[in-house]
């Protein structure tokens, strides 16, 4: 291999040597940075996990909230239709009653005759009275208590009606109760799950779109590092051979300046044998080559 060979190879090897410096250089701070990016993907990852658990858990209640607020609808209208059945029923005994009102002898009403009656026999036990004036009262009392035997039909009817009437007014008091409950219940229910269930949903959309981009900053890192390792590995690759031929020219000049050596030895020892056969006398410089020799 002649200089302009071995110059050039030296140049290759190092320039090869800084570009393999820069190219790992530069592969760390790919690696770094494509680490970076999946921890992020990752960390991106638990966190909509976490989100998801979490707007699972909301919509249980807010099922059970929409639960609710069927039920309550349900029992409203339950309590509402028993209105309207005991308002019909009401209606019909109250037309039967004035029908049998109309049929009857009796011209005033049960309840007035029932407070007359009521009045006058109070009268009579505490007041002080005659003779015919208790008598007059009697007849007066018996009279009305005939009207009233007479009207224990509509009697009958009016206390049917009373009890009617009252159901009416505790299936109203009940039908607005579980109406107020169910007005309660959607209220809490628009105020609090439905808009954290909207809120997370939208939470959940946005970390997606950021743990998309990372994971595409991370693959875009990772080709790149791909790349640069392939790089690496053929700059490697190709220094490893120039390292080879360059230590294999090392080795040839020594084997060569060996051969050298030994022969510039051998011309010596021969020189020595020549004088000593000759006769001549031994320089210093004689005495260590021919030793040297020897060796």
């Known amino acids: ?10 140049e290759r090897f190092n320039k090869l040597k800084q570009e393999i410096t820069e190219l790992k250089e530069k592969l760390a701070s790919l690696n770094s940075q494509k680490n970076e990016w999946f921890n992020k993907k990752e960390g991106l990852s638990k ?11 909301v919509k249980t209640k807010k099922d059970s909230a929409h639960t609710s607020v069927k039920n309550f609808k349900q029992e409203r209208d339950s309590y509402n239709s028993q209105v309207k059945g005991l308002i019909t029923k009401i209606k019909e005994l109250n037309k039967k009653r004035k029908e049998k009102f ?6 005033t009403d049960p309840a007035t005759l029932k407070e007359q009656i009521n009045k006058l026999e109070q009268s009579l036990e505490t007041e002080v009275v005659s003779f015919d004036k208790e008598k007059s009262l009697m007849k007066k009392i018996n009279s009305l208590k005939k009207q009233f035997e007479q009207a224990k039909g509509i009697v009958q009817l009016d206390e049917e ?19 107020k409950k169910l007005k309660d219940s959607i209220t809490e229910n628009k105020q609090g799950g439905y808009g954290e269930f909207i809120g997370l949903s939208q939470k959940i959309n946005e970390t997606k779109k950021e743990q998309e981009k990372a994971f595409a900053k991370f693959i875009s890192f990772k080709q790149r590092s791909h790349e640069i390792n392939k790089s690496l590995k053929e700059n490697l690759a190709e220094i490893n051979k120039l390292k080879s031929a360059l230590n294999e020219e090392k080795r040839q000049i020594r084997d060569i300046k060996k051969r050298e050596e030994a022969e ?14 000759t006769k001549k006398k031994l320089t210093t410089e004689d005495l260590i080559a021919f030793q040297g020799g020897a060796e």
């Open 161 to 179: 009606i009373k009890k009617v009437s009252a159901g009416i007014d505790e299936a109203k008091a009940k039908a607005e109760g579980f109406h």
């Open 1 to 10: 291999m002649d200089s302009v060979q071995n110059r050039e190879l030296k």
């Open 264 to 277: 510039k030895i051998k011309e010596k020892t021969e020189e020595i044998e020549q004088k000593l056969k």
């Open 102 to 107: 109309e049929q009857s002898k009796i011209k």
């Open 47 to 57: 966190e909509i996990s976490g989100l998801i658990k979490k707007i699972k858990e």
